[in-house]
T-cell receptor
């Protein structure tokens, strides 16, 4: 497809479990971003990749959160020891990588931690 | 801390009228400004971006930027019920790629 895709669309897990969320970028987009959106709030930045490397991870809330992009395309956001407060929609966005370049969002993964 | 502020609304506008959405930001180093539309249960969709002071028009949408007042707005002319959504203002800062979002304004267009 032409757009950003994210899997799964919904994920329900129990407190303390480990989850992985996947993002497939638009073909050719070198920049990839993860955001988290809670109900009634705007998206909150988590981490930004340029190619394979994390260029800015200042938004990761703590060391339970980690993200990788080993081949510069698909990215996985990993959350260890999930907590109920991690429940949110996790959004992935990609861009062609220029300064202040337009970011295009995927449909998101709704994570619910019981 | 860099902040982007929007009135959360809801803002109710009659069909055919002009809807005016406002956003202020705290950091004078802000470089680029974006308006996204988000329908309930969907992801943000880019409407417009603006980099320079003044107005930028695209169809029924006009973005206005005033860097001296640290203010950006979005006008929607001839509002349609399909414009009912949450509108997110986002700002990027010099030297940074990430977007900082406001909390969004919920807009309802009444037929």
């Amino acid at each position: 497809g032409a757009g950003v895709s994210q899997t799964p669309s919904n994920k329900v897990t129990e407190k303390g479990k480990y989850v992985e969320l996947r993002c497939d970028p638009i073909s050719g987009h070198t920049a990839l971003y993860w955001y988290r959106q809670s109900l009634g709030q705007g998206p909150e930045f988590l981490i930004y990749f340029q190619g394979t490397g994390a260029a800015d991870d200042s938004g990761l809330p703590n060391d339970r959160f980690f993200a990788v992009r080993p081949e510069g395309s698909v990215s996985t956001l990993k959350i260890q020891r999930t907590e109920r407060g991690d429940s949110a929609v996790y959004l992935c966005a990609t861009s062609s990588g220029g300064v202040a370049d337009t970011q295009y969002f995927g449909p998101g993964t709704r994570l619910t931690v019981l | 801390q860099k902040e982007v502020e929007q009135n959360s609304g809801p803002l109710s506008v009659p069909e055919g009228a002009i809807a005016s959405l406002n956003c202020t930001y705290s950091d004078r180093g802000s470089q680029s400004f974006f308006w996204y539309r988000q329908y309930s249960g969907k992801s943000p969709e880019l409407i417009m971006f603006i980099y320079s002071n003044g107005d930028k028009e695209d169809g029924r949408f006009t973005a206005q930027l005033n860097k001296a007042s640290q203010y950006v707005s979005l006008l929607i002319r001839d509002s349609q019920p399909s414009d009912s959504a949450t509108y997110l203002c986002a700002v990027s800062y010099q030297g940074a790629q990430k977007l900082v979002f406001g909390q969004g304004t919920r807009l309802t267009i009444n037929p």
